[in-house]
């Protein structure tokens, strides 16, 4: 099976073992937590819970549905969390509809999307598309509810960090009906910025304390290819700096990226949030260089190969108010300091 980084092999190889509790790792630094929370994949109950809950067509192959990822602050009573079930609410069609948000300005709704993925169908489409059958054939349409290449425009969970520490408690199917990515924060907000991530603070002259990665899903669509979210993170002396990727590969049809970046500087009361979708097709990404054989199909970190052979798909300029970098939307999430 392919899947992704040494630590989701280690998640897998705890599969069967009658141990359930998930491995914590943490650090603290400035104030900060960082909670990083691994286990195994869901159970077939828990996961067709979730499929109904949901309103998923059908459910990813591997669902790591006690994989979490929190970075919080007690002092800003602030948190951002990176959960499956959220991650896979946003592949439903009638949720995006619902956070689709065409503006930003400064809002309290910092949970909000402002991409939809474009539809994406199999190479072999236009084949089954036109295939005739018999006129008797009986024929059941289905409703077109969930993206099933699980393409998510998910930005994260913000909530408080009251509100975080709650949600320690909460089972599985508590999580999965949460209404987090909707509730209106009344302790932060999210504006638009012309301030970027400093890339070259992100560099070795700024040595990696502590770096953490994790995964929330895994499919490979029906073998037409691969479908992967997951977070990287990792913190330096003044700062840390984030990762959240979904990537998909449709074999033959298109690699597509949705990438968010979080930075913050300790000290300072907001976050960098950076939103950027990227898309080719596969032909054209051999044309630029890409080579597309078997060594990459197996490789565990192939979307950082892809990834410069991909180009940026504009994401609703006109309409949203963020800021345009030329390459992604940059905003800002303000931290007000505690009552």
Request: aromatic share 10%.
């Amino acid at each position: 099976r392919r899947v992704h980084g040494d630590l989701i092999w280690s998640s897998i190889r705890m599969i069967g073992k009658p141990e359930t509790t998930p491995k914590i790792e943490s650090h603290s630094q400035n104030g900060w937590e960082f909670i990083f929370q691994k286990s195994t994949i869901l159970g077939a109950k828990e996961a067709d819970l979730l499929e109904e809950a949901l309103t998923l067509q059908h459910k990813p192959d591997a669902i790591f549905g006690r994989n979490a990822a929190t970075l919080r602050c007690k002092d800003a009573n602030f948190s951002i969390e990176f959960l499956p079930f959220d991650a896979l609410r946003l592949c439903n069609f009638e949720a995006q509809n619902r956070l689709l948000k065409v503006g930003y300005g400064r809002s309290q709704l910092v949970n909000l999307i402002n991409y939809r993925p474009a539809e994406t169908k199999v190479k072999d489409h236009e084949l089954w598309k036109d295939r005739k059958v018999d006129e008797d054939t009986e024929i059941k349409v289905l409703e077109n509810l969930s993206d099933w290449t699980y393409s998510t425009p998910y930005k994260g969970t913000v909530r408080t960090y009251e509100d975080s520490k709650a949600a320690e408690s909460l089972s599985v199917e508590d999580l999965i009906n949460s209404k987090a990515l909707e509730t209106e924060s009344g302790t932060f907000t999210v504006e638009e910025t012309e301030k970027e991530i400093p890339l070259a603070n992100l560099g070795p002259s700024n040595p990696i304390l502590w770096f953490n990665e994790t995964i929330l899903y895994d499919d490979d669509l029906g073998d037409n290819g691969q479908s992967v979210c997951f977070l990287r993170f990792r913190t330096m002396r003044d700062c840390w700096f984030a990762l959240l990727r979904s990537y998909v590969r449709v074999d033959e049809v298109i690699f597509r990226i949705i990438d968010t970046r979080f930075y913050h500087e300790y000290g300072t009361r907001n976050i960098l949030r950076e939103f950027s979708v990227r898309e080719n097709t596969p032909e054209n990404a051999k044309k630029q260089g890409l080579k597309i054989d078997a060594e990459l199909i197996l490789d565990v970190r192939q979307s950082d190969t892809v990834f410069k052979f991909l180009n940026v798909i504009p994401v609703s300029y006109t309409h949203l108010r963020a800021h345009e970098t030329g390459r992604n939307l940059v905003c800002r999430l303000l931290l007000e300091k505690k009552k």
